[in-house]
Each structure stands twice: as structure tokens, then as C-alpha cells.
């Protein structure tokens, strides 16, 4: 079975400075989708960026990137510039391309990451 | 487009009595699905759904059930409540080809 770890409870990260949350998984699929999400004080569940295991080159989103590692299994999110709305939980998930049939996504734990002015 | 709707957004129960939480999409998506988040553990998939007609088992059905007569529609049915159900739940969808969810508000539900 697949499984995602986080395993940084809690980051904390000066304004303007980079961060890097980390997330590790495992998986016997070569094809599958990585995301991270993002879940601020409102609850709201926000997607921040997604990764294509098929895809070498890694995906940017405006200030935020990802170092997708598939030999090592090793999906982390760079946030660059960080500003005081990047304060939330973060979440790394997993997703199956579907050729084993399954639909279903698995999360991390999360990492709590905090801005400080 | 409204997205993804729950009801109610608050609710406390008491031991043993039963409710459904309610979940909408106005994207025509075919993928639904509902977790729970609680602390420490993430989100946990309870039931999910590939198309109206059709439902599946996550990793903690035990104590739910689900249906999806339409594809607007996957209520979340709690049949005797308890309060390991405590918990705050997410209904998501997405459609066939774009793999990222979509996520509603949440419902925190309290069980005394």
C-alpha cells in the first residue's frame, strides 16, 4: 500500500526568506500524481501545485516549486519569498494514474508552517 | 459556479442518533469522495464515488455510508453517531482527466 510521510510537524520561516517542506512516499506504481495542498486558518482546502510522475521537469507555480526526486521518492515544496498569507497547513498527497484501478488519494500528516514578520 | 457545497458547516450529536451530511457539486464532476481530518492524522478517505450509481470504500468506512444517485449529489450518512466520529469532514471532487480535487468547507461535527 501506498503511504506519504511528512515528517516535519512544524516549520518556521522569516518574511521574504525561503522554506522548504519536505515529503516522502511509497509506492510500487510507476505512474502516478503528486500534489501539495494548502489549508490556511479558513479550513479551506487549497491545491498549491501538482507534479505528473512521468514528468522530469519540475513544476513551478509562481513563488512556489517542488524537487521531485522519483528515484528517492522524495516530493518537497519550495516556497520562495514567503509572505505572511503563506501561513497555513500543508499537505503532500498521492494519487494512483489509475492503472490499478484505484482512485483513491493519500495525504501526509502536514506540516504547520509559520511566517514571521 | 458554487463549487463544492456542504451543509451544515457546524453540528453536535449525541451518542447514537444519526444525520447526514450533505455534499454538492455544480462542475459535473464524476469523482466525489469524503475524508475526515483529524488532528495529527491528516485526511483520511472515508467513501468515494467514480460515478453516480457506483461507491467505494476508503481507508475508514466503518460507521458511514454513502450513496450517489446523482452527479450532483454524495451525502454522507452517520447511522448511530460515536464519539470517535468527532471529527471535522471534507467532501472533494474532481473530474475524469484533471487529477486535483476540489474541496468543500467542511462540517465540524461534534459527538457527545
Known amino acids: 500500500a501506498q503511504t506519504v510521510t511528512q515528517s516535519q510537524p512544524e516549520m518556521s520561516v522569516q518574511e521574504a526568506e525561503t522554506v522548504t517542506l519536505s515529503c516522502t512516499y511509497d509506492t510500487s506504481e510507476s505512474d502516478y500524481y503528486l500534489f501539495w495542498y494548502k489549508q490556511p486558518p479558513s479550513r479551506q482546502m487549497i491545491l498549491v501545485i501538482r507534479?505528473?510522475?512521468?514528468?522530469?521537469q519540475n513544476a513551478t507555480e509562481n513563488r512556489f516549486s517542488v524537487n521531485f526526486q522519483k528515484a528517492a521518492k522524495s516530493f518537497s515544496l519550495k516556497i520562495s519569498d514567503s509572505q505572511l498569507g503563506d501561513a497555513a497547513m500543508y499537505f503532500c498527497a498521492y494519487r494512483s494514474a489509475g492503472t490499478s484501478g484505484t482512485y483513491k488519494y493519500i495525504f501526509g500528516t502536514g506540516t504547520r508552517l509559520k511566517v514571521l514578520a | 459556479n458554487a463549487g463544492v457545497t456542504q451543509t451544515p458547516k457546524f453540528q453536535v450529536l449525541k451518542t447514537g442518533q444519526s444525520m447526514t451530511l450533505q455534499c454538492a457539486q455544480d462542475?459535473?464532476?464524476?469523482?466525489m469522495s469524503w475524508y475526515r481530518q483529524d488532528p495529527g492524522m491528516g485526511l483520511r478517505l472515508i467513501h468515494y464515488?467514480?460515478?453516480?450509481?457506483?461507491?467505494d470504500q476508503g481507508e475508514v468506512p466503518n460507521g458511514y455510508n454513502v450513496s450517489r444517485s446523482t452527479t450532483e449529489d454524495f451525502p454522507l450518512r452517520l447511522l448511530s453517531a460515536a464519539p470517535s466520529q468527532t471529527s471535522v469532514y471534507f467532501c472533494?471532487?474532481?473530474?475524469?482527466?484533471?487529477?486535483?480535487?476540489?474541496f468543500g468547507p467542511g462540517t465540524r461535527l461534534t459527538v457527545t
Open positions: 464515488s467514480v460515478g453516480a450509481g457506483i461507491t
Open positions: 507534479q505528473e510522475a512521468y514528468k522530469q
Open positions: 462542475m459535473n464532476h464524476e469523482y
Open positions: 472533494a471532487s474532481s473530474p475524469r482527466i484533471v487529477y486535483e480535487q476540489y
